[in-house]
Structure formats: structure tokens, C-alpha cells
């Protein structure tokens, strides 16, 4: 056995404080960036005190427990001019929050459609998804926004001649009238419903696991389909059968029952749904196109059915590539939602907006704003992000 | 047996196959029964908007009306609205004997624009265009030099105006980004820290609040006495908020920069900023430059939110338009109008950032 000690252990070179070391360049550079930022910050915090104190605005959250005194539009919790201007702000964030989810939601539905159409052979399918994708891109939001706004508002008729395009639906100048269901039935419905999804959850935890073990494939896919259907339809049923559509009618000048949406909830989701789909396209689209035709034809070769190999093969590789983009885009549609303040409907921005023209308290008005949207952006970052770790491609 | 593939010769007369379009048409739209049934679906879809469409655009559409009484008797568009409305949508309020200056403030900064999309400028001369260029256009834009009177900035507006945000922004965010996107990858933790919470706090909110937060709040940041103009302060929001984003983008090219890189600059002596100068961005920039080009066109659609605030950009000129009277509901032309105008700038950015791109690839392969 060889035994080779080195003769001399290697001295760690003595630090010295030169400006040649780069330790203390980087530690003096270091020194003098957050002086400066906080330095900065100091001079615009001092400057905004003393403007403040001039102009006698008292800072401070107390304003949110005050007597709000305006009206808004529509809300998914009751909402009066006596109520605070924190239950008001509250209304708001809910609007941002509904008119985001649903517009993720469709437009996901959407995009990924078009997206995939423009990989179809079919010319004329291609073509057109081609043109929607590069004309709604190439127009901004808000533009379109207004557009829409102006459709519902100005060229729709009066109630009286609403547009009726299927049984229970009206298109008219005052929005949009849907039929709702109600009754106790939905509850019970909703539960049902509850039901089948945990339990198909766990027959997919068991069916994998006995693949595993024996080999034997289980078709989940069909199961899925009849517990999806018979478990709330069973719940419904038990329950009593109670459940009513209430369809909206003409009465008078407008419209009794059902379910509205505003011209502005309708134009903003339109608006919405419909640039953001187009940017969602491009993402399913290239995430396809990102996965090499070898592991098609490999798939192929292997004997595995077409649309297994998408599922089993191309969708888990597509995806690696789709997640972060698309992650990005829902990120938009989040902060996007906020051009509602344009057209008027109440969402964050827009009730902030008229609480801080009303109380004069900008600043906390802006950094509500502000932490709010940070919230939610970072909290979808967060859960895109743990499952983009999730899906990713597992390396030695 | 010479046939084409797939083609039973029986059943197919021979003139068929031969004749190239039904050929196409055979393999492109009716291959099999779900095309068929997509083709048949998009062409019902077409043919339930395209010719209503086109009867409203231009069949039954009028140019020469003279008021809107005579525009309401026709059913499609209403262009002469356009025609009568086009210098304020395009210029805004600029005084109207001297709004050869805005055009001509537009023209240049045009010119500069697609003058940078040529390869062969691309070195140093190409800043001081930017530099000549943008000076004139402020120049031009205000006056009160060369016999040119004063229009003060708050008379901008329109095409211009909706041009000058964007290239403006561009041009100072785009230092900014960079000096971002090399603190963001700095070892020094402190500058680090700053980077990271600077690009993450303004992407994570909206523009509008920024812009909000231009018009309400930086009045309070400064000093008594000193005021900075509405339209100076947007433009301040939008160069903070687009250098945030260029900074990610940017980081993304320095990240695609081998090791080797920076290991064999280390290896030549030179410092960290010659590095930087000399070999890593260089090779990082020309990789994120369809992404970077991207970016531009969003920052274009963007600089309508200010629209917001108040300023008198393309799309607040449009509003203004609507608001006459004698003129109203021609909303839709207007609108169309300006979104043509958006989309010809967006388009044909984005073909040649698309060809760029096919460009910059080629030059990789052996």
C-alpha cells in the first residue's frame, strides 16, 4: 500500500485588505448598493411624511371600518352604501378573484383546443386557428375589452327584443340571462359529486398499484365515466328529487329569474377568455411540437395505440414544456383582470380606486392593490411551481 | 399499375386523381370522417360570419357620407366617421396647423425602428441613430426651438404619443434590464437580494397599479415644490415595469451561457465588467433576441393602459373621438380602426421576430 502524504499542506493564503482581494471589493460594493436603497428609501418615505403632514392626510387602515357611501354594481355577497369600505374592498376581491378563475378556467379550455387544431392535417381548421391566434394577440387587451363592452352595450337590443339564441338564454343591452338550477337537490347533487371524484381518486391509487403488482389493467377510464354520473344522479334521486331551473322571463322592462351576467362581467370574461386563449394556443402548440416524432413513432413501433401514446408518452413530456409558460399566463389573466377598471366592473382595482378618490388615502389604497395581487400571483406560482417539481423529468 | 397511393383506380376516375386541387382537397379536408365532419363545422362557422362580415366592412359600408344622419341610413360600417375623425384619433389635441411635427416626430421614430431591424446596423452607430433620433422627435414634438412654437406635453397625443411611450420605454429599460438581469446572477448575496425582490415585486403586479401608483403616489415621494408632469411619471412606471421583465428574459440568456465561457474569460485576466462586455453578453443577448422582440410587442399593447390615467394616448384618442355628438355610436368603427393600427404594428413585429429567429438558428448549424 502506498502511503503518500503531502509534504507540505498548502498554506491558506493570508487575507489581506487590499482592493485587489475581491472578498473585500465585493463586501465594500455590497456596502454601498443597500446604503444607497435605503438610503433612497429613507429620502422618499421622509419626503412622503412631510408632504402628507402638509397637506393634512392622516395615514393609517382606519378609513377601512368608515362608511363606504357608494354603491356597487354587482357582487357575489350583499353589498349597501352603509356597508364599510373593508366589506366593499372584500366585494372586490372577489369579483378579481371570480372573473380570474373563470377566465383560466375557459380560457385554458379554449386555448389548448385551438392549440391543438393548429397541429391538425385538416387545412381549413389550421388556417383558421392560425388567424384567430395571430389577430387576437396582436390587439391589446383593453382595446378588445372596449370592443366587446360596445357590442353588448350599444348594438344589443332592448330587453323587450332580446336576441334568444337557445331556450332560457337572452343576449340583450342589460347582459347576458342564463337559466339556473336551485332547489335542495344541488347540495345533494354537489355532494354526490364530491363523492365520485374521491372515489375515483382512490380506485386510481388501487388500479395502479395493482398494475404494479399483477400486470392487470383496469379500465378506470369507463369506471370513472359511470361513478362520475350515478353517484350524483343516486344523491339526487335519495334526496327527493327536488331541483328546479329557474329560466329567466321578460317582465315588464327586464328580466325576472335565472341568472345575469352583466355586460361588464360578460365583456371583461370575453375579453379575457379570448386574448389570453390565443396565447394559451401557442403554448399547447409549441409544448406538442417540443416532443421529438421518435417518440411517436417509437411508441409506435411498440404496438401502443394512438391515444395511449399521447396520454402515456407525448402529453407527459408535452407538459414539462407547457406548465411554465402557461403558469405565466394565468399569472396574466390574474393581473389582467384588473383592466375591469375600465369598463366599470367592480373588481379590486376599480373599488379601490373610487375608496381612494373618495378618502384620499393613496398610498394604502395602491399598497392593498399592490399585496393583493402579490398575493395571489405568488400563491399560484407556488402551487404551479410544486407541480411543475412534480411532473419534471426525474435525473440521476 | 401506376396509381397514387390510396387511390383504389377503380372508383376514382382518372381525370380525378390527375387534376392537383381535388387531389389536396381530398387529402387536406376529407381524409377521414372526423375531418370531414371539422371541415364541414369550420366551413358553417365561416360561412356564418364571413359574408356578414364582409357585407358590413365594405358592401354596404359608406366612405363619402358627409354626417352622421346619412351614415345611420346605410347598415354596414360607417368609414367616413374615420374619415372625418382621423386627425384627432392620430395626432390628439396637437395644435392642427402644426401637426406635420407630430408626423414627422412619427416618421423618425419609425425609421429608427425598422433601421434597427436590420442586421447590418447592428453595432455602434446604431445608438447614436437611437440618440439623434429621439432627441429630434422631442424636439419636434415640443418646440420652442429652431422657430418652432411651444406645444407643451400635455397637447401630445395619439400615434405618436402611443409611439413614443414604447420606444422610449424600450430604450431606457432595456440598460436597466441588463444591469438587473447580471445583479440577479451576481454572487454578491446583498445586490442579489435587491435584483430578485425588485423584478419580483413588479412582476407580481399589475401595470394599472403601477401606473396608479405614478399618478398618486410619486407626486408624494418628491420633495415640496418639485413636480414632475403626469405623462414623464407614466412614462417613468412603464420603463420601471418592462425593465423587470426584460431583466427575466435577458437572465435567461445569461443562464444559457456555458461555463467554459466564463471560466476561459476568467483564464485571460480580464474583469468581470470586459467579461461581461466583451464575451457574455454578447452571445447572451443575440440568443434572447426573439424573446427580447416579444417582449416589445407586449409593451406596445401596454402602453394603451395608460389610457387610465388619463393620458392621451392612441386609445384615449379614440375615446375622445366617440365623445363628439354630432357623431355618436360609430363606436365599433373606431375601434376597428385603431386595432387595425395595433395589429399592423404587432404583426409584422412579430413575423420578423419570427424570421429573426429562423435566421439567428441556421447560423448554429454545421
Known amino acids: 500500500m502506498l502511503n503518500i502524504k503531502p509534504t507540505a499542506v498548502a498554506q491558506a493564503p493570508k487575507k489581506r ?191 395502479r398499484r395493482r398494475q404494479e403488482q399483477t400486470g392487470q389493467v383496469f379500465a378506470l377510464g369507463r369506471v370513472a365515466i359511470a361513478l362520475l354520473l350515478l353517484t350524483p344522479t343516486l344523491a339526487w334521486w335519495l334526496s327527493g328529487a327536488q331541483l328546479s331551473l329557474d329560466v329567466p322571463e321578460l317582465k315588464g322592462f327586464n328580466f325576472a329569474g335565472g341568472m345575469t351576467l352583466t355586460p361588464e362581467f360578460a365583456a371583461l370574461l370575453f375579453g379575457l377568455v379570448i386574448y389570453t386563449s390565443a396565447f394559451i394556443a401557442e403554448v399547447v402548440r409549441s409544448g406538442i411540437q417540443s416532443v421529438h416524432r421518435g417518440q411517436w413513432e417509437a411508441a409506435g413501433a411498440l404496438g401502443i395505440k394512438n391515444s395511449l401514446v399521447l396520454r402515456l408518452v407525448v402529453l407527459p413530456q408535452a407538459l414539462r414544456v407547457i406548465i411554465p409558460p402557461m403558469t405565466s399566463q394565468y399569472l396574466n389573466i390574474t393581473k389582467n383582470s384588473s383592466l375591469a377598471v375600465a369598463i366599470g366592473y367592480p373588481d379590486l382595482v376599480s373599488v379601490i380606486n373610487t375608496t381612494l378618490n373618495q378618502t384620499g388615502q393613496a398610498i394604502e389604497g395602491i399598497l392593498m392593490i399592490m399585496a393583493a395581487y402579490l398575493t395571489v400571483s405568488l400563491s399560484i406560482s407556488v402551487f404551479m411551481n410544486w407541480y411543475n417539481k412534480r411532473i419534471a423529468l426525474v435525473e440521476r | 399499375m401506376n396509381a397514387a397511393p390510396n387511390v383504389n383506380p377503380s372508383s376514382v376516375p382518372s381525370v380525378w386523381s390527375s387534376v392537383a386541387a381535388l387531389h389536396w382537397l381530398r387529402t387536406q379536408l376529407f381524409s377521414s370522417p372526423l375531418n370531414t365532419l371539422l371541415t364541414l363545422l369550420t366551413l358553417w362557422l365561416l360561412l356564418a360570419t364571413v359574408p356578414a362580415m364582409v357585407d358590413w366592412f365594405f358592401l354596404n359600408s359608406t366612405v363619402t357620407a358627409t354626417s352622421a344622419q346619412e351614415c345611420r341610413k346605410v347598415t354596414g360600417a360607417c368609414w367616413a366617421v374615420i374619415v372625418e375623425k382621423h386627425r384627432l384619433i392620430l395626432f390628439g389635441v396637437y395644435p392642427y396647423e402644426e401637426q406635420w411635427r407630430p408626423l414627422l416626430a412619427t416618421l423618425l421614430l419609425l425609421g429608427v425602428i425598422v433601421l434597427s431591424g436590420v ?247 454545421r
Request: aromatic share 12%.
Open chain 2, 119 to 365: 442586421r447590418r446596423f447592428w453595432n455602434f452607430s446604431l445608438l447614436l441613430f437611437w440618440v439623434i433620433a429621439l432627441s429630434a422627435a422631442a424636439i419636434l414634438m415640443w418646440g420652442g426651438v429652431f422657430g418652432l412654437t411651444y406645444v407643451e406635453n400635455s397637447r401630445w397625443g395619439g400615434l405618436p404619443l402611443t409611439l413614443m411611450l414604447s420606444t422610449f420605454g424600450i430604450a431606457f429599460a432595456f440598460p436597466l434590464g441588463i444591469v438587473l438581469a447580471l445583479g440577479r446572477r451576481s454572487n454578491m448575496p446583498a445586490i442579489k437580494t435587491i435584483c430578485i425582490v425588485y423584478i419580483e415585486l413588479i412582476r407580481g403586479v399589475p401595470l394599472i397599479s403601477l401606473l396608479f401608483m405614478s399618478a398618486v403616489m410619486l407626486p408624494l415621494f418628491l420633495p415640496e415644490g418639485l413636480t414632475i408632469d403626469k405623462l414623464l411619471r407614466a412614462q417613468v412606471a412603464i420603463i420601471l415595469f418592462a425593465a423587470a421583465y426584460m431583466a427575466e428574459t435577458i437572465r435567461g440568456g445569461l443562464q444559457a451561457i456555458p461555463k467554459g465561457q466564463f471560466e476561459g474569460a476568467d483564464s485571460l485576466g480580464l474583469t468581470y465588467w470586459q467579461q461581461m462586455r466583451l464575451i457574455v453578453l454578447p452571445q447572451a443577448l443575440k440568443i434572447v433576441i426573439p424573446p427580447l422582440v416579444g417582449l416589445f410587442i407586449a409593451l406596445f399593447k401596454d402602453t394603451s393602459l395608460v389610457v387610465i390615467i388619463g393620458i392621451f394616448d392612441l386609445t384615449q384618442a379614440a375615446k375622445a373621438a366617440l365623445v363628439d355628438q354630432a357623431w355618436r355610436g360609430f363606436s365599433i368603427e373606431i375601434y376597428v380602426f385603431i386595432s387595425a393600427i395595433y395589429f399592423v404594428f404587432c404583426y409584422s413585429m412579430s413575423k420578423y421576430s419570427q424570421s429573426l429567429e429562423k435566421r439567428l438558428a441556421t447560423e448554429h448549424q
Open chain 1, 17 to 207: 485588505l487590499s482592493w485587489n482581494n475581491p472578498e473585500v471589493r465585493a463586501i465594500v460594493y455590497q456596502v454601498l448598493a443597500v446604503a444607497l436603497v435605503v438610503g433612497a428609501g429613507w429620502y422618499l418615505v421622509h419626503n412622503t411624511l412631510h408632504n402628507l403632514s402638509v397637506r393634512n392626510i392622516n395615514t393609517g387602515f382606519d378609513f377601512l371600518t368608515r362608511e363606504a357611501g357608494f354603491a356597487i354594481g354587482e357582487g357575489m355577497i350583499s353589498f349597501t352604501p352603509a356597508d364599510t369600505y373593508q366589506r366593499a374592498i372584500t366585494v372586490g376581491v372577489l369579483n378579481t378573484l371570480r372573473v380570474a378563475l373563470l377566465g383560466i378556467l375557459f380560457a385554458t379550455i379554449l386555448g389548448t383546443i385551438i392549440g391543438i387544431a393548429r397541429l391538425s392535417k385538416n387545412w381549413l381548421v389550421r388556417t383558421v386557428c392560425s388567424v384567430y391566434v395571430e389577430v387576437m394577440r396582436n390587439i391589446p387587451l383593453l382595446l378588445q375589452l372596449f370592443f366587446w363592452y360596445v357590442i353588448l352595450i350599444e348594438t344589443m337590443p332592448g330587453p323587450r327584443r332580446a336576441y334568444h339564441p337557445m331556450p332560457g338564454v337572452f343576449v340583450s343591452n342589460r347582459g347576458i340571462q342564463m337559466p339556473t338550477v336551485h332547489g335542495d337537490g344541488l347540495t345533494w347533487l354537489l355532494v354526490g359529486l364530491a363523492l365520485a371524484v374521491v372515489l375515483c381518486l382512490v380506485l386510481r391509487r388501487w388500479a
